[in-house]
Every structure is written in C-alpha cells, then in structure tokens.
C-alpha cells in the first residue's frame, strides 16, 4: 500500500491553490471597484444636490456600467491567458507525438537542472512519461496543468457579480439615509465593507490582514473625498 504523505495544513500543497487564487483576485478586485466606483459615483452628484433622483439615477448607471466593463476586461484578460496556454499544451503534445525520445532527454535534463543526478534524472523523467508523459512536460517546462485552464465566461460572470454586489450597499447607503446625513454615513458604511473585503480577502489569500485592510480603506477614503470634493466645488460654483 502506497504511504499517504502528510502535508501541513497551512501549506499551499493543493494543485487547484493557483485558481483559487485567481477567483479570489477576479472577486475581490470586482467588490472593491463595485464598492468604491459607485460610493464615489454617488458621494460626487451628493457634492451637487441632496435630491434622491439624481443621484440614483447616477449610481444606477455607474452599477450597470461598472458590471459590464468588470466583465468584459475579465473576459478579455482571461481568454487571452486560456488561448495562450492551450497553445503551449498543444505545441508540447505535438512534440511528444513527433519527438518522444528528445522530449524524454529534455525532461531529464530539466530534472538534472534541479540538482537531481544523471541517474536519477533518467529514472524519473522515465517513469513519469510511462505515467503520463504530456502533464509531466507541462509541470516541468511550462508550470502549468491541463485541466486548470481557466474559463473565460465563468471569470466574466464572477466579476460582474461581485461588482454588483459590491456596488448595491453605497447606494442603498446614501438612498436610505436621511438627506442631511447622507455622505457622513455612505463615507462609514462604505469604510466599513472595505475592512471587511480587505480582511476576508487577506484571510483567503495567507496574507497580511492589517496591510490589505489598509490599502482598501485608505483608497476608497481618497476616492469619495475627491469625488466629493470635486461635486462640491461644481455644485458652489454653479457649473452643475
């Protein structure tokens, strides 16, 4: 019976480590531009007039604008790393077919790279192109898997998605509020769901919570304060 091989739970071992953080990129990346597009949105045209209308009009706008270019550019982006890597996986199956001999010189050469002794070298790059000869190039040569190309129209709809849901609490923030304290409370709300983007993604991803919250909160803070700002001056000089 083959020995399980006990891995540390708060390694990154699992082979789908790399889409998840992916998804986590295309999620987190469309909540926190949903969240801080629209609160800006909003908090700019509240610079000018405290009417409901415009305003959600404008915000409505900036969500359904802001969705459609999200994913869009996820669909562009991604398919243009799917079609590059189905080129590179069928370049290495066309060369195994045409040059199975070199390509086993080549996977053990790579090997051998790694510290591996000639030996040794052969023996593995032998037994995992008995095993499966196209996903050990792959690995090897280009650190990529199969069945891990990603889908472009999946990644599109996440992205539109998390926008949305990411845009939908400004503007029922600053619509649901009282008009004197419209902005005060969309600036606290809109704060508040950044931390906790910037938390949840940090826990996902291994990384520093404090930093990513940072970032978030700092960034749509300036955001709404410009906008703000640049509504207000509009508004009082009467250009709006």
Known sequence: MAEMVEQHPNEPHEQTFAARLNWLRAGVLGANDGIVSVAATVVGVAGVTNEATPILVAGAAAVVGGAVSMALGEYVSVSSQSDSQRSLIEKERKELRDDPQGELAELAAMYRAK????????????????????????????????????????????????????????????????????????????????????????????????????????GGAVAMAFTYCVGLLLGTTGIA
Not at 176 to 197: E, N, Q, S
């Open 115 to 218: 510290g591996l002794s000639d030996a040794t070298a052969q023996t593995v790059a032998r037994e995992l192109t008995d095993h499966d000869a196209l996903r050990a190039h792959l690995e090897v040569e280009l650190r990529i898997e199969e069945g891990e190309v990603a889908s472009a129209w999946n990644a599109a709809l996440a992205s539109a998605v998390a926008f949305t849901a990411g845009a939908i609490l400004p503007l029922l923030a600053i619509l649901l509020t009282p008009a004197g304290v419209r902005v005060p409370l969309t600036f606290f709300a809109v704060v508040v769901a950044l931390a906790i983007t910037g938390s949840v993604s940090a826990r996902i991803g291994g990384s520093s919570k404090r930093r990513a919250t940072l970032r978030l909160v700092v």
